[in-house]
């Protein structure tokens, strides 16, 4: 068994609507502040097809608040980040059990995935994955919120 996010002080959890795009704003999502983790649940239909070939993606960006650096992963599980390495690389697994599927150290964050091979980040119809997002400084491993909070724009685009 995985990681759980029970336990953990301040976690923020929703869920993305698989569409073209669809946005969630963290401060309507119950805020992001300096030691928040942001979970979001993506549901891959079992219906789910890419005929247009063009992967999907998860995006961070910052809005409103106050700039930080993040870390975000993608996993089989909530508030996944096994074998983080600061200010090197982290660990990857990708069947996403043993570590994140992949990570995305930035202000801003991406995830590209696809559907099927090829691709390192291969999220299969019918399955459930978590991206999972806090505010850490990815070269010393220290918080990197210094305001009240840390609020963004989560942007998912499901792959067509």
């Known amino acids: 068994m995985g990681p759980s996010c029970s336990g953990l002080p301040d976690v923020v959890t929703f869920d993305f609507t698989w569409s073209d795009s669809s946005s969630v704003l963290t401060m309507q999502a119950g805020g992001v502040r300096a030691d928040t983790i942001a979970v979001g649940r993506i549901t891959v239909p079992t219906t789910a097809a890419m005929p247009l070939a063009q992967p999907g993606q998860v995006r961070f960006v910052e809005y409103i608040d106050g700039q930080a650096q993040r870390q975000m992963t ?87």
Not at 80 to 94: I, K, L, Y
Not at 105 to 130: E, K
Not at 132 to 152: E, F, K, M, Q
Request: aromatic share 14%; with cysteine.
């Open 74 to 160: 993608l996993s089989r599980f909530p508030c996944d980040f096994r074998g983080f390495v600061p200010g090197g690389v982290s660990r990857t697994d990708p069947t996403g059990v043993s570590f994140p599927v992949v990570w995305s150290n930035d202000i801003n964050t991406q995830l590209i995935f696809r559907l099927s091979p090829p691709g390192a980040v291969v999220l299969p119809p019918g399955t459930t994955w978590y991206v999972s997002l806090r505010n850490v400084d990815w070269v010393t491993g220290a918080p990197s919120c210094g305001t009240a909070t840390c609020n963004g724009l989560f942007n998912f685009f499901a792959p067509r």
